[in-house]
Every structure is written in structure tokens, then in C-alpha cells.
């Protein structure tokens, strides 16, 4: 004989919704409840119910977030009106920084390899890896 499917009662249901309209995540409403998140996920599949009850929560949360931010735009807020143009209309702030060598002139760098600690024999096996490597098709990442 299987586990006892847990029940939301109907005033459990109501608390859900409301829990989730102040922002709580279904992790931190099953710990209200007592139960683990996957027992409430379990109960939100199985029963319509509760999983409207949870989304209309989370839809009046994140709808009373809209109205304020929205108020503060209407009232000049500054980070207000950046946060909603930067997430809702893609607007980006940039910042281009170059770096040049002396009188403005490119970078140049330099780098020298000393090979006098390296033995002939290592010094082979570098230039056999090189003639194999050069001689390999280019790997385009397809197969």
C-alpha cells in the first residue's frame, strides 16, 4: 500500500495563493505547509486547483511590482525609468575602453623563448607535434 497523496484543504489553498503573492518560491511555501517541494509539486500536477492558486498568487505579486515601478517612473525616478528601459526595452550602457602603446602607437608584444635548458630530444618531439599539427585538417566542430 502506497503513501496517503497529501490534500491542500481549501483554506490551505487560499494561504498558498496569498504566500505566493508575496513573493515566496514553492520551496519556501512547502516548508510553510510542512511538506517537501516535491510533494507540493505533486499536488499542483495532480490537482488544477492548486496550481491556479499559485499562479494567480505569483501573478498578483509580480503585477503589484509592475504598478509600483511603474508609479516611480510617473514620478521621474530616475533608476526607475534606467532599470524598466535597460530590462523591458534593451536599452544598454556601454563603456569602450582602448589601450594603445606609447605616442598612441598599437601594442606591440614581444615574446622570446629560451631553449637553451631544453634538450635536443624534447626539442624533436616539439618539432614532430608542430609538422603533425600542421599537416591535421582544421577541426570545424562538426562531425
Given at each position: ?29 512547502a516548508d510553510f505547509f510542512n511538506i517537501s517541494d516535491r510533494t507540493l509539486r505533486n499536488c499542483m500536477k495532480e490537482d488544477p486547483i492548486i ?38 526595452a534593451g536599452f544598454k550602457e556601454t563603456e569602450v575602453h582602448e589601450v594603445t602603446g606609447s605616442e598612441g602607437d598599437p601594442l606591440s608584444f ?34
Open positions: 500500500m502506497g503513501r496517503k497523496k497529501k490534500i491542500l484543504t481549501p483554506e490551505q489553498i487560499t494561504e498558498l495563493e496569498k504566500l505566493a503573492g508575496y513573493g515566496l518560491n514553492q520551496e519556501l511555501i496550481y491556479a492558486a499559485y499562479k494567480k498568487g505569483k501573478a498578483a505579486a509580480i503585477s503589484h511590482a509592475a504598478e509600483k515601478l511603474q508609479q516611480a517612473i510617473d514620478n521621474g525616478n530616475l533608476t526607475a525609468i534606467i532599470f524598466f528601459l535597460k530590462t523591458k614581444e615574446r622570446q623563448c629560451d631553449f637553451s635548458q631544453v634538450s635536443d630530444e624534447n626539442i624533436r618531439a616539439l618539432i614532430e607535434i608542430a609538422e603533425r599539427l600542421e599537416n591535421e585538417e582544421p577541426n570545424t566542430g562538426t562531425t
